[in-house]
Protein backbone atom coordinates (compact mmCIF):
# COMPACT_ATOMS: atom_id res chain seq x y z
CA UNK A 1 0.00 0.00 0.00
CA UNK A 2 1.44 3.44 -1.30
CA UNK A 3 1.16 5.85 1.29
CA UNK A 4 2.75 9.68 1.89
CA UNK A 5 2.59 11.07 5.47
CA UNK A 6 3.56 14.48 6.63
CA UNK A 7 4.59 15.70 9.83
CA UNK A 8 6.43 18.40 11.41
CA UNK A 9 3.53 20.95 11.34
CA UNK A 10 2.51 23.86 13.95
CA UNK A 11 2.15 27.04 15.33
CA UNK A 12 5.27 29.59 14.82
CA UNK A 13 5.20 33.24 15.27
CA UNK A 14 6.06 35.45 11.84
CA UNK A 15 10.40 34.77 11.43
CA UNK A 16 9.88 31.60 12.42
CA UNK A 17 11.52 28.31 10.88
CA UNK A 18 10.02 25.03 10.81
CA UNK A 19 10.67 21.85 8.69
CA UNK A 20 8.19 19.48 7.14
CA UNK A 21 8.62 15.84 6.38
CA UNK A 22 7.20 13.38 4.13
CA UNK A 23 7.48 9.84 4.43
CA UNK A 24 6.83 7.65 1.82
CA UNK A 25 6.00 4.28 1.79
CA UNK A 26 4.73 1.17 0.40
CA UNK A 27 7.78 1.35 -2.58
CA UNK A 28 10.35 3.20 -3.67
CA UNK A 29 10.09 7.10 -4.75
CA UNK A 30 13.53 7.84 -5.26
CA UNK A 31 12.77 7.88 -9.23
CA UNK A 32 9.62 10.31 -8.82
CA UNK A 33 9.34 13.98 -8.99
CA UNK A 34 8.27 15.01 -5.44
CA UNK A 35 6.07 17.91 -4.22
CA UNK A 36 4.65 20.34 -1.65
CA UNK A 37 1.65 21.69 -2.14
CA UNK A 38 -0.44 23.85 0.12
CA UNK A 39 -3.86 25.03 0.82
CA UNK A 40 -6.15 27.59 2.61
CA UNK A 41 -10.23 27.02 3.28
CA UNK A 42 -11.71 28.62 0.35
CA UNK A 43 -8.70 28.50 -2.28
CA UNK A 44 -7.62 26.39 -4.77
CA UNK A 45 -4.51 24.14 -3.62
CA UNK A 46 -1.29 25.80 -4.83
CA UNK A 47 2.06 24.51 -5.74
CA UNK A 48 5.15 25.46 -2.74
CA UNK A 49 8.09 23.15 -4.45
CA UNK A 50 9.04 20.29 -5.85
CA UNK A 51 11.95 18.10 -6.63
CA UNK A 52 13.70 15.49 -8.83
CA UNK A 53 14.70 12.39 -8.21
CA UNK A 54 18.48 12.60 -7.59
CA UNK A 55 17.29 15.38 -5.08
CA UNK A 56 19.55 18.16 -7.95
CA UNK A 57 16.24 19.53 -9.61
CA UNK A 58 15.03 21.87 -7.71
CA UNK A 59 11.79 24.97 -8.51
CA UNK A 60 9.87 26.86 -6.07
CA UNK A 61 7.19 29.42 -6.27
CA UNK A 62 8.25 32.70 -6.26
CA UNK A 63 6.77 33.68 -3.02
CA UNK A 64 9.21 31.25 -1.18
CA UNK A 65 12.26 31.66 -3.00
CA UNK A 66 14.89 31.93 -0.54
CA UNK A 67 12.90 31.40 2.23
CA UNK A 68 12.27 27.83 1.57
CA UNK A 69 14.63 24.92 0.71
CA UNK A 70 12.66 20.99 -0.57
CA UNK A 71 15.38 18.53 -0.18
CA UNK A 72 14.92 14.46 0.09
CA UNK A 73 16.87 11.08 1.01
CA UNK A 74 16.52 8.44 -1.20
CA UNK A 75 17.80 5.95 1.52
CA UNK A 76 15.02 6.78 3.92
CA UNK A 77 12.34 7.24 1.20
CA UNK A 78 11.84 11.11 2.58
CA UNK A 79 11.20 14.57 1.77
CA UNK A 80 11.41 17.46 3.55
CA UNK A 81 11.08 21.62 3.32
CA UNK A 82 12.32 23.48 5.16
CA UNK A 83 10.87 26.50 6.12
CA UNK A 84 12.04 29.64 7.55
CA UNK A 85 10.83 33.20 8.13
CA UNK A 86 8.08 32.31 7.87
CA UNK A 87 5.16 34.75 7.21
CA UNK A 88 1.60 34.86 8.00
CA UNK A 89 0.31 34.37 4.75
CA UNK A 90 2.44 30.95 4.90
CA UNK A 91 -0.36 29.59 6.76
CA UNK A 92 -2.39 26.61 5.14
CA UNK A 93 -2.48 23.23 5.04
CA UNK A 94 0.85 21.73 3.66
CA UNK A 95 0.16 18.63 1.33
CA UNK A 96 3.55 16.74 -0.35
CA UNK A 97 2.90 14.50 -3.44
CA UNK A 98 4.64 12.20 -5.76
CA UNK A 99 4.63 12.23 -9.66
CA UNK A 100 6.40 9.71 -11.81
CA UNK A 101 4.36 10.36 -15.44
CA UNK A 102 3.66 13.65 -17.20
CA UNK A 103 0.30 14.26 -18.61
CA UNK A 104 -0.63 17.05 -21.31
CA UNK A 105 2.71 18.54 -20.17
CA UNK A 106 3.00 18.78 -16.98
CA UNK A 107 4.10 16.44 -13.48
CA UNK A 108 0.96 14.07 -12.79
CA UNK A 109 0.82 13.39 -8.94
CA UNK A 110 -0.89 10.53 -8.59
CA UNK A 111 -0.32 10.19 -4.78
CA UNK A 112 -0.83 12.55 -1.98
CA UNK A 113 -0.52 12.91 1.82
CA UNK A 114 -2.77 13.71 4.55
CA UNK A 115 -1.73 17.02 4.95
CA UNK A 116 -0.08 19.01 7.91
CA UNK A 117 -1.18 22.18 9.16
CA UNK A 118 1.13 25.36 9.66
CA UNK A 119 -0.06 27.95 11.01
CA UNK A 120 2.14 31.46 11.05
CA UNK A 121 1.12 34.11 13.76
CA UNK A 122 1.57 37.71 13.44
Known amino acids: QVQLVESGGGLVQAGGSLRLSCAAS????????MGWFRQTPGKEREFVARIGGTGISTYYRDSVKDRFTISRDNAKNTVYLQMNSLKPEDTAVYYC???????????????WGQGTQVTVSS
Open 97 to 111: AAANRVFRGEYAYDY
Open 26 to 33: GRSFSSDI
